[in-house]
């Protein structure tokens, strides 16, 4: 794991890489299988990282299965993004009657920038296909400039990395005039795909005692050898019910914080605690409640919570100490803690609007709804009825929106949801 730290922000070989995250994984020790997942951009272009982490990270560590194609779960599709219910389903896939002792399950997210040799330097976006220069990443482009068609013309890859950047990332990367523009949104989109698989894990914890190993970066595609910028990496462990954050580090999904050098032959990021201090904050304007709105929110909890049986009561406390018990394992690195806030928020979020859909709403509203823009689409899925066909659908759109919040607004509602007097 020292080694995956050392190499956060600097871009290396490829293939170095990964034989840096095969030593990674075996590094931990007890572990007796392993399995492998890989979420990656369809361009064919990325065709060289999936070759790269079947031959350098899969094969080695998972060399007892009959069929070659049951080594890697792969997941493809536009921009590289990790579908919901993903984690679960590789979970199931890696899932041995003859493991005995915890498993390994190494989750790898890429993204993509092309590169191309530009006297005096470099200009990043770009990948020439077919002799003529073509837009790489495609889909994180159009992203960044979007078509009429994604406003005619319902696109859901798009709404839901739109919704994941928010409007606040997405201008400031459109502000960007160089082609560092394409490189910081190539991070920001790796480490928040990243919070999405770490959100999938605090929420759906493996049965039986499990690592997971995730990484994150970007891939820089060129007509030589690809490198690869290495953005974030996380440690979980997965034991009797419970899902414990080990250990990572990531570079910030905060645009303006990341200081990206492309004056060298490799890319060079640095996003760490020493511009933290004059990073600018972007907070959202106020939603005061009104009475009503209070007395109506408190009247829907405490309706939800009267309708709780004596055992999901136990089960929704079991719910809120676990993401009590993350809160504090996090807490005492300001680092760790700004890292997993957001995860940590939505996989406590997602498990409220299961366990209790009215009460993860009113709960949520009540102590968050007064501090980020999320509160009017809360109050209407409140009063529509979560249950609803439209209170789900608003339930979908908070949670990725959730996504949109600076690390201290984050921090802020996990204190006040999980404080013990509430």
């Known amino acids: 794991m ?4 050392r190499i956060i922000g600097r871009e290396v070989p490829l293939d170095q890489f990964h034989l840096t995250v095969r030593r990674a994984a075996m590094g931990v020790s007890g572990t007796s299988a392993y399995g492998a997942c890989l979420v990656t951009c369809s361009d064919e272009r990325q065709g060289i990282v999936r070759s790269g982490f079947d031959r350098d ?3 080695p560590l998972i ?7 049951d080594r890697v779960f792969a997941v493809s599709n536009l921009c590289g993004r990790l579908e919901p219910g993903a984690f679960g389903l590789v979970d199931n896939h890696f899932t041995r009657p003859s493991t005995r002792g915890p498993r390994m399950l190494i989750f790898e997210i890429v993204s993509h920038v092309g590169r191309i040799r530009q006297d005096p330097g470099w200009v990043y976006g770009e990948i020439e296909r077919f002799r003529q220069r073509s837009a790489c990443c495609g889909a ?8 009429e068609s994604t406003a005619a013309v319902r696109h859901p890859w798009f709404e839901q990395l739109n919704a994941f950047f928010g409007p606040v990332r997405l201008a400031t990367l459109r502000g960007i005039t160089d082609s560092r523009r394409m490189i910081a949104a190539a991070i920001v989109h790796a480490a928040l795909q990243a919070e999405s698989v770490i959100a999938e894990v605090l929420h759906d914890v493996p049965a039986t005692t499990t690592e997971v190993l995730l990484v994150s970066g970007v891939a820089v595609n060129q007509q030589w050898a690809d490198g690869f910028l290495p953005v974030s990496w996380h440690r979980l462990r997965c034991e009797n019910g419970d899902a414990r954050i080990v250990g990572g580090h990531s570079l910030r999904t905060t645009p303006e914080a990341l200081a990206i050098d492309i004056s060298g032959a490799r890319i060079m990021v640095t996003g760490g605690e020493t511009m933290e201090a004059t990073a ?5 304007a106020p939603v005061a409640h009104t009475e009503a709105d209070n007395a109506q929110i408190r009247e829907a909890a405490h309706t939800a919570l009267a309708s709780l049986s004596a055992e999901q009561k136990a089960v929704l406390q079991d719910h809120i100490d676990d993401a009590r018990a993350q809160v504090e394992s996090v807490r005492h690195d300001p680092s760790v803690w700004r890292t997993y806030s957001r995860p940590i928020l939505r996989g406590l979020f997602r498990g409220l609007t299961i366990l209790q859909p009215e009460l993860g709403l009113a709960a949520l509203l009540f102590e968050g709804g007064k501090d980020f823009v999320v509160a009017q ?3 209407r899925a409140l009063e529509e009825g979560p249950r609803t066909p439209e209170g789900r659908r608003v339930l979908h759109d908070i949670e990725a929106e959730l996504q949109q919040l600076n690390h201290e607004d984050a921090q802020r509602v996990l204190d006040l949801l999980l404080a013990k007097k509430h």
């Open 57 to 59: 990270v899969a094969s």
């Open 140 to 147: 994180l482009t159009s992203l960044l400039e979007p078509s």
């Open 377 to 379: 689409k809360l109050r």
């Open 63 to 69: 060399s007892d299965v009959t069929n070659a194609r």
């Open 2 to 5: 020292d080694e995956l730290q």
């Open 280 to 284: 600018p904050v972007h907070r959202r």
